[in-house]
């Protein structure tokens, strides 16, 4: 493992931080071609999406912050201080770009659904990217295991699960299934529910869905960091994304909950 890529002098350049801006361009570049191909002003498109992961960053921070508020306490400076008390919160951070870019494309009167579909396949390729980088600096690793792909990390005296390495290749594949899926999901009938197009939203609420599945699997084996009352939060959290995605999906593909009232 390679925590610090280089030093010069004082300065430490982190092997993490390389990853994050190599998750930048390859997430940026994914979001910009999608939307070019399906002839978005590219400016606009381009500014929503920095502004977006401006508001995720902060708001990661925050929930960050809050589930940890034992550590921090009353005191702001620690809640900036990124540098000697680092930590974001993932899910805050993408529901809080999520939402400010379903804002911004209403507000533009763009598909607000197509654009968090173009939205959802950069982000599964920059969170593959990110949990590379996590293995590569010997962060984020998981349960104490026997078997044999268990690995030794740094400062650790037992085998670990790779729990960074499952993360990199479920989001892999699903970055290659919503590429896959993103020309054909519109052909579904079960999708289109008897119409003759289909909505966009597919790719978005399928991300959810396996978002939340991977999730519930990589907790699994890794040690439960949030618990509420005795209650590990993470699962929760897990299957809450779960059902929200079977419901959008179900919402998109032009069906109801309303149950009509058969005439006698």
Avoid at 85 to 109: C, D, E, Q, R, Y
Avoid at 131 to 160: H, M
Avoid at 248 to 260: A, C, D, I, V
Wanted: hydrophobic share 50%; proline share 5%.
């Amino acid at each position: 493992m390679f925590p610090i890529l280089f030093q010069l002098g004082p300065i430490q350049f982190y092997t993490f931080t390389l990853f994050v801006i190599v998750a930048f361009f390859a997430s940026s570049y994914v979001f910009w071609r999608k939307g070019r191909e399906e002839h978005y002003p590219e400016d606009e498109l381009f500014d929503s999406l920095l502004l977006a992961l401006f508001w995720g960053v902060v708001w990661s921070r925050v929930g960050f912050v809050v589930m940890h508020f034992d550590v921090f306490g009353l005191q702001p400076l620690s809640w900036l201080n990124v540098f000697n008390m680092p930590g974001f919160s993932t899910l805050f951070g993408i529901v809080a770009g999520g939402w400010f870019l379903f804002n911004t494309a209403k507000k533009h009167k763009w598909d607000e659904y197509e654009v968090l579909d173009f939205g959802v396949m950069a982000l599964a390729l920059g969170m593959a990217i990110l949990w590379l980088g996590s293995f590569f600096s010997g962060a984020d690793f998981g349960t104490p295991t026997n078997l044999p792909w268990g690995i030794q990390f740094p400062n650790v005296f037992d085998k670990r699960h790779p729990v960074q390495l499952y993360g990199f290749i479920a989001y892999v594949l699903v970055f290659i299934y919503l590429f896959w899926v993103e020309s054909r999901y519109r052909t579904f009938s079960w999708y289109r529910a008897r119409k003759d197009s289909a909505q966009s939203g597919f790719l978005f609420a399928m991300f959810c869905i396996l978002w939340g599945i991977i999730g519930t699997v990589l907790w699994l084996f890794s040690p439960t960091q949030v618990w509420f009352y005795g209650v590990p939060v993470e699962p929760i959290i897990r299957f809450v994304l779960i059902v929200y995605g079977c419901v959008t999906l179900f919402q998109r593909s032009g069906r109801s909950f309303s149950l009509r009232r058969t005439k006698r």
